[in-house]
């Protein structure tokens, strides 16, 4: 080992010199082909004769031969007198002037000899090379294009090489209803005669929508895996070309593949990418709809016989043509929402089999903690929460690793080396408290559980608070006491510095946003009634209620926010006392958990 050692650094510093060497030698080959060329050059000048010079040797007949070769502008000429090897070479301007010239001094008498030589095979290959040019360049961008279209065979196929290690219901969590629902098309394709001898008729197509990392792919392969049949995979971006007709030619592949291979599933993903309603006839729009109605045509197009099934995967379902949501072409459609609380620790205990985790660690703490997180994202946390006891030189990973990890995902990066001011720590701090002592005093805020003047992401510090409950309707209550939360921040600094900053700014806008919703959304407006002004297309629309409608909302938007932000005002002027005492804390430890926040209230 020693040996080793002592021989590497010899082998580093020659692996160092090897760059430099190489220099070198360039730069000698590079001096070398310098004097060559220069030598050339002066052997050339000395066999050079300018063409008024062979004129008059001609003129004077001291021309004994002149060699030409076809298609040159260059004559070797060999002078009277001169030895063999030392002939002069000449240019010619004009090559057919010179022949005439020459053929009218061999009529004189003058006894020249005129060789014309045939052009040799290699020097013509260049020219031959550059006529063929543009048709090799032609070629190769056809080619190029031909590639780039995909006009050859597109999908992913997960046949039986993919099937060693399969994905199966078992790696679906968090879907139990979902996963029931769609083990009947595991059935059909497994045994399709027991349905159509009742009289049943496969479906053609399932689609499967939700939001992004919910596991729409993961649920679609395990029904692949579970029934043993091929999976054809692709995206729904990769139909649509450049070249109009290519997006559709590229459907008909796709189908005749699935149609030899069936038994078998095709899943789309995004599919609103080709499925979004029909529009105008400009050119990448009539694109999308040749691709559509293509798809249309082929899921129309099977047999009865034909145990072909159609998943596809949308997370913007209100965007799809109607055509292609009717009966008989997505027969089913089948909502994947983002787990609940069981759900979140049964995916969880999924991702943490290869983990190794310290005995002490609770999924289920973690499980609360994620309210409203998809499955993609709980994968991320508990990946992060093992990059984190890696760094941290931890043999397993601990719950400090993974509550680091919740924080990181959602909040962001701790920042401990960021200097900040004394002035800006004052001001985090009581901003931060305002949050949390005015979250305390609303009954339907959840509870704090961490508040802290470390710097994490875009934010100068942060208040955290428990997310244990699945909610799937929020009251007006609860809206108008999330605008106080929200408010609390800004309406410390005003009571105790007598002084704002543009630390409120997201706190402010996302105000903003909820008061928004509740007028024009949810319809919780006394003076604007329950109406939404939303349109088809998720925009709000005023038209349709006369111009007024806009003063109106504004109106009472204003009203909202100013409510909520004189109540954070009351609550804090009741509690000034412990503002300034957390405030203070803060500024001490930087960083007070949910039992310390909870002492100040005892």
């Known amino acids: 080992m020693d040996k080793n050692k002592s021989k590497n650094p010899k082998k580093e510093k020659y692996k160092k010199l090897i760059p430099l060497l190489i220099v070198l030698v360039l730069i000698t080959v590079a001096i070398i082909v310098e004097v060559i060329h220069l030598n050339k050059d002066n052997i050339r000048e000395e066999k050079d004769l300018a063409y008024t010079e062979l004129i008059k040797e001609i003129d004077n007949k001291n021309v004994e031969k002149i060699e030409m070769t076809v298609g040159s502008t260059t004559a070797k000429v060999t002078l009277k007198g001169m030895e063999e090897g030392n002939e002069k070479t000449a240019i010619l301007p004009n090559t057919q002037a010179f022949i005439e010239l020459v053929q009218e001094q061999v009529a004189e ?52 090489t993919e099937r060693k290690i399969k994905t199966s219901f078992d790696d679906v969590a968090g879907l139990d209803e979902e996963k029931e629902e769609l083990i009947e098309i595991v059935d059909f394709l497994k045994k399709p005669k027991k349905f159509i001898e009742m009289g049943a008729k496969i479906p053609r197509g399932v689609l499967l929508y939700g939001k992004p990392g919910t596991g729409k792919t993961l649920i679609a392969k395990a029904i692949a ?12 971006s990769e139909f649509i070309e450049m070249f109009a007709g290519l997006g ?27 499925g979004a309603r029909r529009s105008g006839n400009s050119g990448a729009e009539t694109e999308n ?61 999924i991702h943490a089999k290869d983990k190794k985790l310290a005995e002490n660690v609770t999924l289920r703490g973690i499980a609360e903690d994620t309210a409203g997180f998809t499955g993609a994202e ?72 961490e508040v802290s003047i470390i710097p994490r992401g875009m934010a100068g510090g942060y208040t955290m608070y428990k997310n244990d409950e699945d909610k799937y309707y929020v009251s007006k209550t609860e809206m108008e006491e999330k605008l106080i939360a929200l408010l609390g ?14 630390g409120a700014s997201n706190d402010i806008e996302v105000a903003t946003q909820v008061a928004r919703n509740m007028v024009t959304v949810y319809g919780m407006s006394d003076e604007i009634g329950p109406i939404s002004l939303k349109n088809d297309n998720g925009e709000l629309d005023y038209q349709m209620f006369g111009k007024e409608i806009e003063d109106k909302i504004g109106r009472e938007v204003n009203k909202l926010i100013n409510t909520a932000y004189r ?36």
């Open 109 to 160: 008498g003058n006894e020249i000899e005129l060789i014309q030589k045939p052009q040799s095979v290699l020097a013509q290959i260049p020219s031959y090379l550059f006529s063929l040019l543009p048709t090799i360049i032609m070629v190769a961008l056809f080619v190029m294009i031909f590639k780039m279209q995909g006009m050859g065979e597109k999908g992913q196929i997960y046949d039986e």
């Open 225 to 236: 895996g579970e029934a043993g049949v091929p999976f054809i995979s692709m995206s729904g």
């Open 248 to 274: 559709a030619s590229r459907v008909r592949k796709l189908f005749d593949k699935a149609r030899k291979m069936a038994p078998c599933i095709v899943f789309i993903d995004e599919i609103d990418a080709i």
């Open 289 to 349: 709809n040749q691709t559509l109605n293509q798809l249309l045509v082929e899921m129309d197009g099977f047999s009865s016989e034909e145990t072909i099934i159609v998943l596809a995967a949308t997370n913007r379902p209100e965007m799809l043509d109607k055509a292609l949501l009717r009966p008989g072409r997505f027969d089913r459609q089948v909502t994947i929402p983002a787990p609940d609380l069981n759900g979140r620790e049964a995916i969880l205990a």
């Open 378 to 449: 709980l994968a991320n946390i508990l990946n992060e929460a093992a990059i984190t006891a890696t760094r941290n030189k931890h043999e397993v990973i601990e719950q400090g690793d993974l509550e680091e990890a919740v924080k990181k995902v959602t909040v962001g990066l701790e920042k401990h080396s960021r200097v900040i001011s004394d002035k800006e720590k004052k001001l985090t701090a009581y901003h931060e408290a305002g949050h949390a002592i005015v979250s305390q005093f609303l009954p339907t805020q959840t509870d704090v559980k």
């Open 489 to 502: 921040g800004r309406a410390a600094e005003k009571l105790a510095l007598d002084d704002i900053s543009t």
């Open 567 to 602: 109540d954070a005002q009351t609550i804090l002027n009741q509690n000034m006392d412990k503002l300034h005492e957390i405030a203070g804390v803060l500024l001490e430890k930087e960083k007070i958990n949910e039992e310390e926040f909870k002492r100040f209230f005892n």
